[in-house]
């Protein structure tokens, strides 16, 4: 998710805080997450086009943060710019609501980190160099240092989100050394989350995963989803330090778009061992999970199928 708005179902009074973070900061305490004290439990929707970053020419009345000109990127804080985010939290606020923000996109979507390759590497013909290459890196760390040092006293920022989606691949192809296996994607998951952990002690930082797993079960060990070829391990990603709970999406339909899904029970099913797997992992570790996003199409299977997920998120304490 690029941008969430989470409502409170609690409003806390407590005084009596779980962590030494300030008033009004979202917390976590093993598997749930906590507000001042009390356990936190909300449900969010996405803003995914509250751009961050586009190419030049910039079209007059865009809004973006960054863009690229004369070799380097510039980032915006004007009116159409960091101002229009400050006017967002602000909203926000006022609403008791909290956001999650994203940094960057995997996919070219609103910006996105194949706008760093275009700029920085043009020609490059593979996704992953973006997150092994120094001078990519750098960029992209100069624009959260931005952001974090901008917002690290609101309690409005419920948590920074290092990636939309990250994977090997993108809209170019994932290069032949980049895998879970490789650790390309968890090894950039601890740098960034240890680099944000050094700007910011308190806000909690998040993945923004799909949550694909690296088992090696027989049944599923040609499984995309499950393999660790996607570059993301869920499990091993939720052990770092500085990533303080898990998130995953669902998509059955895109994922098996020839309809085969494993472990019998469709995509109805399948979604349940998804959920439940993810919840069984967070609790291993210890830490909250979020289920960020959903969906299968048309509307009647929506209606067929959501509140089984939903009703497992709930029963195992998901954040959704
Ligand atoms: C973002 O998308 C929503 C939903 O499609 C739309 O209502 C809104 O106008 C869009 N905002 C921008 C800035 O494009
Ligand atoms: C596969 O392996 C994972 C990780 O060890 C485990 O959690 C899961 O239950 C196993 N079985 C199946 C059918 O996925
Ligand atoms: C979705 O609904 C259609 C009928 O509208 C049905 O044929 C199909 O199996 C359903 N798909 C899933 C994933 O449940």
């Avoid at 509250?50 to 804080?77: A, C, F, K, M, R």
């Avoid at 004007?78 to 960057?104: H, K, N, P, Y």
């Avoid at 959260?144 to 006293?153: N, S």
């Avoid at 391990?233 to 994922?255: A, I, M, R």
Wanted: proline share 5%.
């Amino acid at each position: 998710m690029l941008l969430s708005y989470l409502v409170p179902a609690f409003l806390a009074s407590a005084m009596v805080v779980a962590k030494l973070v300030p008033p009004g900061f979202v917390t976590t305490n093993g598997v749930q997450f906590e507000l001042d004290g009390e356990p936190f439990a909300f449900v969010g929707s996405n803003s995914y086009n509250s751009s961050e970053l586009h190419q030049t020419p910039v079209e007059t009345g865009l809004t973006y943060y960054q863009v690229w000109e004369d070799n380097d990127w510039i980032l915006n804080e004007g009116s159409q710019g960091f101002e229009r985010l400050d006017t967002v939290l602000e909203i926000a606020a006022e609403f008791d609501m909290r956001l999650i923000l994203t940094f960057t996109n995997n996919w070219v979507g609103y910006g996105g980190m194949e706008l760093y390759i275009d700029h920085i590497l043009p020609g490059t013909s593979t996704h992953d160099v973006f997150y092994t290459d120094e001078e990519m890196i750098a960029s992209y760390q100069r624009y959260v240092r931005t952001i974090v040092e901008r917002y690290k006293d609101s309690a409005t920022v419920f948590a920074w989100e290092m990636m939309n989606e990250a994977r090997c691949l993108g809209d170019l192809p994932s290069g032949p050394d980049c895998s879970a296996q490789s650790r390309t994607i968890p090894n950039w998951y601890k740098l960034q989350s240890d680099y944000i952990r050094s700007l910011d002690p308190h806000h909690l930082i998040t993945t923004g995963g799909e949550g694909h797993f690296n088992w090696d079960n027989s049944t599923l060990i040609d499984d995309y989803n499950f393999n660790g070829e996607a570059g993301e391990d869920f499990d091993y990603d939720l052990t770092f330090e500085n990533v303080d709970f898990g998130t995953y999406h669902l998509y059955p339909q895109s994922w098996y778009p020839d309809g085969n899904f494993p472990l019998g029970g469709g995509a109805e099913g399948w979604g349940l061992f998804w959920i439940q797997a993810h919840a069984n992992s967070a609790k291993k570790v210890g830490k909250p999970v979020v289920l960020e996003e959903f969906g299968v199409t048309p509307q009647s299977n929506q209606t067929l199928i959501y509140p089984s997920w939903v009703q497992l998120a709930l029963d195992t304490k998901h954040g959704g």
